[in-house]
């Protein structure tokens, strides 16, 4: 079975997913006709959902740790064309600290971005995806894991690349979703940039970049040796356990939770969901997926095999990725109005499930 596609959103045009083209020329995605951005952001609530960002660039790629929540961001006020790195408290309120590719990342014909960036539980380092492309290229020609202080994510100490063979064969060249295992190890999904044509008004064909997640690794900081995590060699989605292990899905088998315990050597299936997933994620001691529809939120109890469906935004929004918040109870969601058939811009929701 195909594993699912997701969406790679990275530098052009905020939203636009890397390298899409329309004509030969760049094609960027419309902003809400209809909304305009406070001045000032609104306080913190506890109604929830509750709006955390307000780009009319675009919000994606959220993690949580110490309380403050990193993500990729696309700047709209500025001239840039390159994705940066944003902090911000997990309740909402003003951006911390914004930090963006330097001049060099990216020249005239290029785009550089920073994308998936995630705190260390200490909070002193970060760890994120550096990705280069011309600027009209619908393939990044530079993809790497870097690992820096918190404070200046450009004063690198790790780099990675993320073009590798598996040992099967498969040639990847796509990072999503990394994470600290513990202070030396990174763990990630690595995966292919898909690249499909779709037939656009007239005999416009538009070329949408998304990615096809293929397994689960860990990166060494120490050696840069990257190792599939065993019996995770077609996973699709994963988050840690509350027992410290692993939950995946698989391409094939993408709706069923596996659990592997520390120190096990074999996966063991938990429950299943009601339809495939996109995301995976820990809540109070609950499995939460978001299901591959983008749109429903789904929790699973893996003691009981009880299931319980949400879709918090209604019909329209996408949900595309959970973080959640520890010692909360409460989740941030990257949520996309699917305003074309790209999808639209994300911003970032506080979510809560009863």
């Known amino acids: 079975m195909k594993a699912p596609a997701r969406k790679l959103r990275t530098g052009l045009g905020g939203a636009v997913a890397l390298g899409i083209t329309l004509a030969g020329a760049a094609c960027e995605h419309p902003a809400p006709p209809d909304y305009q951005a406070p001045e000032v952001p609104p306080p913190p609530t506890d109604v929830l959902p ?7 660039g675009d919000d994606r790629n959220p993690s949580v740790a110490n309380g403050v929540i990193s993500y990729s961001r696309f700047p709209a006020e ?6 940066c790195i944003a902090l911000l408290p997990w309740a909402g309120g003003t951006i911390m600290a914004t930090s963006c590719p330097p001049p060099s990342g990216g020249t005239a014909d290029s785009v550089a971005t920073w994308v998936e960036p995630v705190l260390s539980p200490d909070g002193q380092r970060i760890a994120y995806v550096h990705q280069k492309s011309p600027e009209l290229n619908v393939r990044t020609s530079l993809r790497e894991l870097r690992v820096a202080p918190a404070d200046d994510p450009e004063a690198v100490e790790f780099r990675w690349n993320a073009f590798m063979t598996l040992p099967d064969g498969r040639l990847v060249d796509a990072v999503m979703k990394p994470s600290w295992r513990d202070a030396n190890t990174i763990r990630l999904l690595v995966g292919v940039d898909h690249i499909p044509k779709v037939k656009g008004g007239g005999a416009a064909r538009f070329t949408d970049t998304t990615v096809i997640a293929q397994a689960l690794v860990d990166v060494d900081l120490a050696t840069g040796a ?14 840690r356990a509350p027992d410290g292990g692993t939950w995946i899905v698989t391409m094939s088998h993408p709706a069923v939770l596996l659990h592997r315990a520390p120190g096990a050597s074999l996966w063991d299936s938990v429950g299943s969901f009601s339809a495939g997933v996109l995301d995976l994620a820990v809540l109070d001691g609950l499995a939460v997926a978001v299901h591959l529809d983008s749109g429903t939120v789904e929790t699973l109890d893996p003691a009981t ?9 209604g019909l329209e929004p996408w949900i595309l990725r959970l973080a959640p918040v520890p010692g909360t109870g409460r ?3 990257e949520v996309e109005m699917p305003l074309d058939q790209f999808g639209g811009r994300a911003n970032l929701w506080l979510l809560d499930l009863p």
């Open 50 to 56: 509750a709006r955390l960002t307000f780009s009319l």
């Open 78 to 83: 500025t001239a840039e064309r390159d994705r």
């Open 226 to 239: 990257a190792v599939v995590v065993p019996g995770a060699d077609s996973a699709v989605a994963y988050a």
């Open 305 to 313: 095999g009880a299931l319980r469906r949400e879709r918090p935004f």
């Open 331 to 333: 989740l941030v969601a």
